[in-house]
């Protein structure tokens, strides 16, 4: 069971009680290489992955031609060791569970590539909950819900996927809450709050996240479109931009040399007739 420390407790206290601005298509350019409250920014672990926003272009087939919000998206990789993760996140105040169960939505569009070390990953929603209505020495309010489409119609890979939450039928698994552990339990959001007697309507949502997550070695995937909204308290969006590769560069002296190349032919043009003549 996942126990949160005193220094963590603190951070996410301040994080709990920020104004996330909301947003709308935001284009994002940049992910912060260590969380900072408010941006996306990449998920802090001791065995990271990479995430790079990339341009598509150039790319080919079904990454490119159909890539969801321009040619811009954000690629995710995870090395061959088991403990590698490769997540993008929000941190912040995003609402309550229980907001979000009843007027939460969320969306995404993932392409994953063929080949991993597994077959059954790709980009998972994430968010992390902490219950501050607990008694004062009660440290097991702290967990991870987990939303990951093998559980929820299957996975197609090297085809860019759409993915909308209906919050009625979306099967979530959790790290372990209020003493209970259990992660081969998949239930929707509802039915949760309903097996820990209304208690996880009251949780605080303190980040939000898309990725892959540990377990999962040798992955290769693109994600974009990103929108989330809980009620009034958050609305998050995340369009990847990249510029498009650069074309590659003529050498300056290039065109000097076939100048040069097609004098030098007609001179010697000119002196074999003359000497015709």
Request: proline share 6%; charged share 10%; hydrophobic share 40%.
């Amino acid at each position: 069971m996942y126990k949160f420390s005193l220094t963590s407790l603190s951070f996410i206290t301040i994080a709990a009680f920020m104004i996330t601005t909301p947003s709308h298509a935001d284009i994002i350019t940049t992910i912060q290489n260590t969380p900072i409250p408010g941006l996306w920014s990449n998920y802090y672990s001791s065995e990271p992955g990479t995430l790079e926003i990339v341009n598509v272009t150039g790319q080919g087939g079904d990454l490119e031609t159909n890539a969801p919000v321009g040619k811009g998206v954000l690629k995710m990789q995870t090395t061959a060791s088991n403990d590698s993760r490769s997540e993008v996140v929000n941190q912040g105040f995003h609402g309550t569970v229980g907001s979000f169960i009843s007027d939460g939505a969320l969306s995404y569009n993932y392409y994953q590539q063929s080949g991993g070390l597994s077959n059954s990953v790709s980009p998972a929603f994430k968010f992390e909950v902490l219950d501050f209505t607990l008694p004062p020495l009660e440290t097991d309010g702290f967990s991870t819900f987990v939303f990951e489409p093998i559980y929820n119609g299957g996975i197609v890979f090297n085809t860019w996927q759409s993915v909308t939450l209906d919050l009625n039928t979306a099967l979530f698994w959790n790290t372990g809450i209020y003493g209970f552990e259990d992660r081969n339990i998949r239930m929707t959001l509802a039915a949760w709050n309903t097996f820990f007697s209304g208690t996880l309507a009251d949780a605080l949502m303190t980040t939000v996240s898309f990725g892959i997550g540990s377990g999962t070695p040798g992955q290769t995937s693109y994600i974009d479109g990103l929108e989330f909204s809980n009620g009034n308290f958050s609305t998050l969006s995340a369009d990847f931009d990249a510029p498009a590769p650069s074309p590659v560069p003529v050498p300056a002296a290039l065109p000097l040399y076939g100048t040069g190349l097609a004098l030098m032919g007609f001179m010697g043009w000119r002196k074999r007739r003359s000497k015709e003549n």
